[in-house]
């Protein structure tokens, strides 16, 4: 069964499109293929996916799981009640990534 990719909010879905339209062409096309697979198979295996340990809040929503494209991270939580993956935010990787 497919899940459905949301955003919990207007303001975080603004910051991941305003991050996203920063990114280069070509990771922009990974990003969104990665968003894709991820209503497909929220948890995908390989080291590029991670259930993160401890609490990344971002927005007042906590982040899980994580999946590395590149130098940039999406950070994201899934919803098994409602079959929903929550996209929460697309960073590059840096000291203050999980902060």
Do not use: C
């Amino acid at each position: 069964m497919s899940y459905e990719i949301v955003f919990p909010s207007e303001r975080v879905e603004r910051n991941f499109e305003k991050a996203l339209e920063k990114l280069p062409a070509d990771y922009q096309a990974a990003v969104a293929e990665k968003v894709r697979s991820l209503s497909l198979n929220p948890r995908p295996e390989g080291k590029r996916y991670k259930k993160l340990k401890g609490e990344v809040v971002v927005a007042q929503f906590i982040a899980q799981y994580r999946i590395r494209i590149g130098p940039y991270r999406l950070l994201y939580d899934i919803d098994e009640t409602r079959k929903k993956v929550i996209l929460l935010k697309l960073v590059k990787r840096d000291e203050h990534t999980y902060v």
